[in-house]
């Protein structure tokens, strides 16, 4: 299966024509956070979003943990998907599939040991895809995503061999190890941020190479 490609932090819209110029079937569009690369203004990805020709998916990354602050976030913003990058702590995926009919759900899981496979597996029956990156939302600074690190790609082969939905895999991929990593997870899909950028720009050459390396057999 080849994998579908996602390109996050994107920053205008020259990024995301870019991105979808060169192959991307999904743009990231970064909220405010904690901590990390690439948060825009919710106008920003309003507007960003807007230019986006179907069927390419649009993220938006909320660092919002209720499905209430989440339904309002997205109605700022208006993309196809959201991507949940900390933990729901109130309200249920199910209300946010009642309130946003048609709106993809994909909730990430920061891969630190075995708990984090147990954590994908549960809520693999609830959303529409999970994400698995390489933050630590237990840090008194929370990393919800864009550390540019690798985790270890034997925990996220096993959410993938036993998740009921797609599985996304972003965490420190490169153009050097992007092929490594789908021949070892076999996810649906491949996310990268500062893999393919040069002082927070995105690069061509590397978005183009990365892209290259992630479809060649």
């Not at 060169?22 to 990390?36: K, N």
């Not at 960003?48 to 602050?69: D, G, Q, R, Y």
């Not at 895809?129 to 082969?157: C, M, Q, Y």
């Not at 797609?166 to 990268?192: K, Y």
């Given at each position: 299966?080849?994998?579908?490609?996602?390109?996050?932090?994107?920053?205008?819209?020259?990024?995301?024509?870019?991105?979808?110029?060169?192959?991307?079937?999904?743009?990231?569009?970064?909220?405010?956070?904690?901590?990390?690369?690439?948060?825009?203004?919710?106008?920003?990805?309003?507007?960003?979003?807007?230019?986006?020709?179907?069927?390419?998916?649009?993220?938006?990354?909320?660092?919002?943990?209720?499905?209430?602050?989440?339904?309002?976030?997205?109605?700022?913003?208006?993309?196809?998907?959201?991507?949940?990058?900390?933990?729901?702590?109130?309200?249920?995926?199910?209300?946010?599939?009642?309130?946003?009919?048609?709106?993809?759900?994909?909730?990430?899981?920061?891969?630190?040991?075995?708990?984090?496979?147990?954590?994908?597996?549960?809520?693999?029956?609830?959303v529409d895809a999970i994400l698995l990156d390489s933050g630590n939302p237990k840090?008194?600074?929370?990393?919800?995503?864009?550390?540019?690190?690798?985790?270890?790609?034997?925990?996220s082969r096993q959410i993938r061999a036993q998740s009921k939905c797609p599985v996304?895999?972003?965490?420190?991929?490169t153009p050097d190890n992007v092929r490594q990593a789908i021949e070892e997870v076999?996810?649906?899909?491949?996310?990268?941020?500062?893999?393919?950028?040069?002082?927070?720009?995105?690069?061509?050459?590397?978005?183009?190479?990365?892209?290259?390396?992630?479809?060649?057999?």
């Amino acid at each position: 299966m080849v994998p579908r490609i996602k390109i996050c932090c994107i920053s205008n819209e020259d990024e995301a024509k870019t991105a979808i110029g060169y192959g991307a079937s999904a743009i990231g569009l970064v909220a405010r956070m904690p901590s990390g690369p690439g948060p825009i203004s919710d106008e920003l990805i309003r507007q960003i979003a807007k230019t986006v020709p179907p069927p390419i998916a649009t993220f938006l990354l909320t660092s919002e943990t209720s499905a209430e602050k989440i339904i309002e976030h997205h109605q700022r913003t208006n993309t196809n998907t959201i991507q949940i990058v900390d933990s729901l702590t109130s309200g249920t995926y199910g209300q946010l599939k009642e309130s946003l009919p048609g709106v993809k759900i994909i909730q990430v899981i920061h891969v630190i040991d075995e708990k984090s496979v147990d954590e994908a597996l549960a809520i693999s029956e609830m959303v529409d895809a999970i994400l698995l990156d390489s933050g630590n939302p237990k840090l008194k600074i929370k990393e919800l995503g864009g550390t540019g690190r690798v985790h270890n790609w034997k925990f996220s082969r096993q959410i993938r061999a036993q998740s009921k939905c797609p599985v996304f895999l972003a965490g420190g991929l490169t153009p050097d190890n992007v092929r490594q990593a789908i021949e070892e997870v076999q996810p649906f899909a491949v996310d990268v941020c500062s893999g393919v950028r040069t002082d927070g720009k995105l690069n061509r050459q590397k978005l183009e190479l990365f892209i290259i390396r992630a479809l060649e057999n």
